[in-house]
């Protein structure tokens, strides 16, 4: 069955970092580029960033490319999302994505996991 | 950079025909993705380029475009369709960097 399983959230302080993983079942992970949505509490859907199939494609919402780094293991079939700096606003439910090719869309995602940047 | 817009909140009784619409002015030039998210699951892509319906997505789902407007229709609304609907697009230099709307709370009367 295809699946997104993400991980790796939880409560951290202010100004530390946090890495978020999406583990990737049931489809051959290496074909398909792969994305993170956040959403804040109460707000919607932000894009975050997007990587793309073999890794060497990475692109970044403009507001958040100098503390987020997407990442991929494609052995591992994982997909990480590196954030440094943790601020009060980057509290929310982060989502992996799978790019489907054949609907250019995102066509499969995870369940979320929660960040929550408090003291 | 641009927006999408979309209305805050659209409500229907059962078995009416909801329209909820995104605006933009790039949307003629591209693609428009519409999902459902409701609290506590996973969104759900349920039309892709304008007008396409993916397997498993009811037939009462149905997306039309009219220059910078793309409408997500839903045929006899049933309970079940109670949700967050968002519209989705990529912008005009390359198409890597997706857009979201801010999402339209769908009400079953």
């Known amino acids: 069955q295809v699946q997104l399983v993400e991980s790796g959230g939880g409560v951290v302080q202010p100004g530390r970092s946090l890495r978020l993983s999406c583990a990737a079942f049931?489809?051959?992970?290496?074909?398909?580029?792969m994305h993170w949505v956040r959403q804040a509490p109460g707000k919607g859907l932000e894009w975050v960033a997007v990587?793309?199939?073999?890794?060497?494609?990475?692109y970044y919402a403009d507001s958040l490319k100098d503390r987020f780094t997407i990442s991929r293991d494609n052995y591992k079939n994982t997909l990480f999302l590196q954030v440094e700096s943790l601020r009060p606003e980057d509290t929310a439910i982060y989502y992996c994505?799978?790019?489907?090719?054949?609907?250019?869309?995102?066509?499969?995602w995870g369940q979320g996991t929660m960040v929550t940047a408090s003291s | 950079s641009y927006e999408l817009t979309q209305p805050p909140s659209v409500s229907v009784s059962p078995g009416q025909t909801a329209r909820i619409i995104c605006s933009g002015d790039?949307?003629?030039?591209?693609?428009v993705y519409w999902y459902q998210h409701k609290a506590g699951q996973a969104p759900v892509l349920v039309i892709y380029?304008?007008?396409e319906r993916p397997s498993g997505i009811p037939e009462r789902f149905s997306g039309s475009t009219s220059g910078t407007i793309v409408t997500l229709t839903i045929d006899g609304v049933q309970a079940e369709d109670e949700a967050d609907y968002y519209c989705?697009?990529?912008?005009?230099?390359?198409?890597?960097?997706?857009?979201f709307g801010g999402g339209t709370k769908l009400t079953v009367l």
């Open positions: 994505a799978r790019f489907g090719t054949s609907v250019n869309a995102l066509d499969i």
């Open positions: 049931g489809f051959t992970f290496s074909n398909n580029g």
């Open positions: 990587i793309s199939g073999d890794g060497s494609k990475k």
């Open positions: 790039v949307l003629p030039q591209q693609f």
């Open positions: 380029k304008d007008k």
């Open positions: 989705q697009s990529t912008d005009s230099s390359g198409g890597f960097h997706v857009l």
